[in-house]
């Protein structure tokens, strides 16, 4: 007896979940369902959405699987499985709500076309729909590939989404030189707003500004109206105007990142990214072998265009000279204060562009080509000319330190501060030099230390100032790669009448309170 009730239960309970099977197939994986799932999703974004094939499955629960899935008018999303889980007691009113949802390789490429996102897919349908999709909570995508521009992200994002608001558990993103992990929440897709939290091994700021330009420039959404028949991907609208509502804000650490040429280390900060560009304040990371520490604000309008504003400290000047296209033109340590505006598309136009002021503080280096001291020595030799050029000393010019404050405008920096001191010499110059180290135009008066004045010879010692150290009126003009060192023989001689009038009054002071004793 008790065989055959078990019998019973076993027979009852396979039968059950073949009905089960038949049931959950009936309203999940005819072609019905597909051509109403594909129907309702259509009218939800406001895009042509197209399954390819339909599945279902009821352990460990209740699911759908939506194969081939394309997404716009040509196809900019393409889904390879999208599978669906939702619960029975939604499912017996048959409705799919508070669904989790996976998309296996996938496909984004940008600009996307404008979507329309209804509230809800509900109040639209037909009441004779087979099967109505409610609402989305939980989506996760694995091996989705985001294009654009020939650049691809690729990455994993698992999410919960409520209503416009989608809230980042996980993203882990790459793409060639860029790789990151992102966590935070959007409050609304529509014009994306939100807080974030990257934390990166690598980024590639051009490449995510790109990302971000592109997604802003062919997300916008036009609610309210209906998405056409046949949709045509939009033109790239200018930045600021797709999105003119779009606010991120993203909490950033990564161990090395680049921006054009320039690549940096131990990254730490906060961006704020909207549809016109990126503000980077406060902001910190290792350059050159040093510190930056402040502020860069990049527009992305028609022209982009920077702010700095910060300073650095403990910057190696061989590397930032050779940075800027001259190698080997400086050596030592640089620091200092820079507020800087420019704009441009390449680094000539930010150099044409760029205006503020920069303050620097050189210590214990050198300036390629310079040599005061040999320029000295040779001035003494000069005869006949007002004016004397050195021509190219070749010899490095070692300094103790070296600094000024610089005004920035039409590609050029202007000085009237500039301090050039070593153990041997003491310049004071102004002028200005070509950002671009096409041109330097200095002069000022070169002091000899006093262990150097004291051994000058007859022809040097006509030159000392009141503080008895030789003085000498010089120009330094050229190239950053090819500096001349110029004597003023003219002041030269000024100075020596002056020097020696000098001596002849006191000596004839002397002389006079000699004979008065």
Same mark, same amino acid.
């Given at each position: 007896m008790?065989?055959?009730l ?14 089960l099977?038949f049931?959950a ?13 594909a129907?309702?999703?259509t ?9 390819g094939?339909?599945?279902?499955s ?6 759908m ?30 409705r ?9 390789g ?42 654009s ?19 980042i ?5 790459a793409?060639?030189s ?31 500004l790109? @990302?971000?330009?592109d ?19 939009p ?26 040429a320039?690549?940096?280390e131990?990254?730490a ?8 560009g ?15 520490n ?11 265009? @920077?702010?700095?504003?910060a ?20 050596s ?11 704009h ?52 490095d ?18 000085t ?16 200005t ?5 096409s ?15 004291k ?12 503080d ?5 009126p010089?120009?330094?003009t ?24 000098g ?14 004793k």
């Open positions: 008790w065989k055959k078990f019998a019973a239960l076993v027979i009852l309970v396979l039968a059950g979940g073949a009905a099977y049931w197939h009936a309203i999940l994986a005819s072609e019905t369902v597909r051509t109403a799932i129907s309702q999703l009218r939800a974004i406001g895009q042509p959405v197209h399954i094939r339909i599945g279902a009821i352990l460990p629960r209740v699911a699987t939506l194969g081939d899935v394309t997404i716009g008018q040509p196809a900019r999303i393409t889904v390879a499985d999208l599978h669906v889980d939702t619960n029975v007691r939604a499912l017996l009113s048959r799919i709500e508070h669904a989790t949802v996976r998309l296996d996938a496909r984004i490429d940008l600009p996307l076309p404008p979507f329309t996102f209804t509230s809800s897919t509900a109040d639209t349908p037909p009441a004779s729909a087979p099967v109505t999709l409610v609402s989305i909570d939980d989506i996760a995508l694995h091996d989705v590939d985001i294009v521009g020939g650049r691809t992200l690729h990455g994993d994002v698992d999410l919960t989404a409520r209503g416009r608001t989608v809230t558990r996980h993203a882990a993103l793409a060639d860029t790789a990151l992990d992102l966590t935070g929440t959007i409050s609304d897709i529509d014009a994306p707003a939100g807080e974030l939290t990257v934390k990166a091994g690598s980024l590639d700021i051009d490449q995510l790109a @990302f971000v330009s997604f802003a420039n062919g997300a916008a959404s036009s609610s309210g109206s209906p998405a056409p028949a046949t949709p045509t991907p033109a790239a609208s200018p930045p600021g105007e797709a999105h003119p509502k779009m606010n991120l804000l993203v909490a950033l650490n990564a161990d090395k990142a680049s921006f054009g320039l690549a940096v131990a990254v900060g906060r961006a704020r990214i909207t549809a016109d990126a503000a980077l304040e406060p902001i910190t990371f290792r350059l050159f072998g040093g510190h930056y402040g502020g860069i604000t990049l527009s992305l309008g028609a022209t982009p265009a @920077f702010h700095l504003g300073s650095v400290n403990g910057i190696d000047l061989t590397s930032l000279s050779t940075f800027v296209g001259h190698p080997g033109v400086l030592g340590t640089l620091a200092g204060r820079l507020t800087v505006d420019g441009g598309e390449t680094a000539a136009d930010v150099i044409r562009t760029a205006a503020g002021t920069v303050t620097i503080d050189a210590r214990n280096g050198s300036v390629k080509g310079l040599g005061l001291v040999r320029g000295l020595v040779l001035a003494t030799s000069m005869r006949g000319d007002s004016k004397a050029d050195l021509g190219s000393t070749n010899a010019e070692p300094f103790t330190r070296m600094g000024g404050t610089f005004a920035l405008g039409g590609g050029t920096a202007t009237n501060d500039l301090r050039f001191e070593s153990k041997d010499v003491l310049l004071s110059a102004a002028g030099i070509r950002l671009d180290g041109r330097v135009d200095l002069a000022g008066p070169v002091q000899l230390s006093d262990a150097l004045s051994q000058a010879g007859r022809d040097l010692l006509r030159y000392t100032a009141s008895d150290r030789v003085t000498l010089i120009t330094i050229g190239s950053a790669d090819d500096l001349h060192v110029g004597v003023d023989l003219t002041s030269l001689a000024k100075r020596a009448i002056i020097n020696r009038t001596d002849e009054v006191k000596k004839a002071l002397g002389d006079l309170l000699g004979k008065d």
